[in-house]
């Protein structure tokens, strides 16, 4: 369950109705992605962690049994390129995650390194695996001597199976593990974002993306937990976007059962529907409306089998 919008523009008692709805959902675990060129916007200055430690507090006090922190997104000033390319500098992405691992070991029990390495749109850059595995290396190392040896830290959720060249980069996770990249991280995460009226069968295809993750998993002996650590469909026409046709509400909410069905109950691998409430933006993948009323997803994800 990804929960980072909540962050966008509510009063203290709507953010408190609307933990109470994701109680009501009764998620294992919640994903919050921390954006680090909004938490930190010039070198050295103050960093915005009121933005999301007051909602973090509150998630964890409703006694969600996990929380995932992914931090992403490069903030100019440190950037190589734009916000979607790794730092120039590895030493500037060490001293603000030192930063947020202190902020947040109390609150975040996995931590994620980054969003969608594979994918252009979020790690824009002409060596992503090499750059990447850097990246990872250095955060891996950080939590596991700044936190805990035993914090899980979770493969930033590659786009797809990470490997199809269709949703990015290809062979990306292959080549990963071939740069040894299995000993900084201890759960592989994807995201494998289908339409749900892809011909012929869309249902068909996820199932096909989980496997040929899997299969690159066990071609390199790597047995660590797989995670669909994002996934979603909107039901808003979004001209130019890669979400730009969309579905019904009621489609969404079969959607979900069918994700679930095929990646959880079929296989036991958990699933973050991307995303619990919409924000202030017209994206509706929500199961809760920015008012805060529920849609049919809602309650298909209540009914989920846990």
Known sequence: MLANALVYRYT???????IENLIDLG????????????LQPERGGHI????????????????IPHI??????????????????????????????????????????????????NNRGEFDTPTPVEDYFRLLRTGYLLVKY???PSSPVLLGGLNGSGEDVEYGYPNFLTELYEMGGAEYFDIVGIHPYV?????????????????RTLATMSRFGDTAPL????IGWPSHFDPGQWWEFPITEEEQAQWLRAVFGEY??????????YRFNDGTDVVDFGLIRFDLSRRPAFQAFQQIPK
């Open 264 to 273: 959880l109950v079929k296989d036991h691998v958990p699933v973050s529907w």
């Open 227 to 230: 995670i669909a650590s994002e």
């Open 48 to 63: 915005y962690w009121e933005h999301y430690t007051p909602i973090v507090q509150k998630i964890k006090d409703a006694g």
């Open 27 to 38: 998620p294992d675990f919640v994903r919050i992605v921390f954006t680090w060129d909004w």
């Open 68 to 117: 995932i922190g992914c931090v992403h997104r490069t903030p100019l000033w440190a950037s190589a390129r734009t916000t979607a390319s790794p730092p120039r500098d590895i030493q500037d992405f060490v001293a603000f995650y030192k930063e947020f691992l202190r902020e947040y070991k109390d609150l975040v029990d996995i931590f994620e390194i980054y969003n969608e390495p």
């Open 12 to 18: 203290p008692e709507q953010i408190d109705a609307a």
């Open 146 to 148: 700044e936190v805990s």
């Open 195 to 211: 339409y749900p009226k892809k011909a012929p069968s869309a249902i068909a295809y996820a199932a096909y993306l989980k496997g």
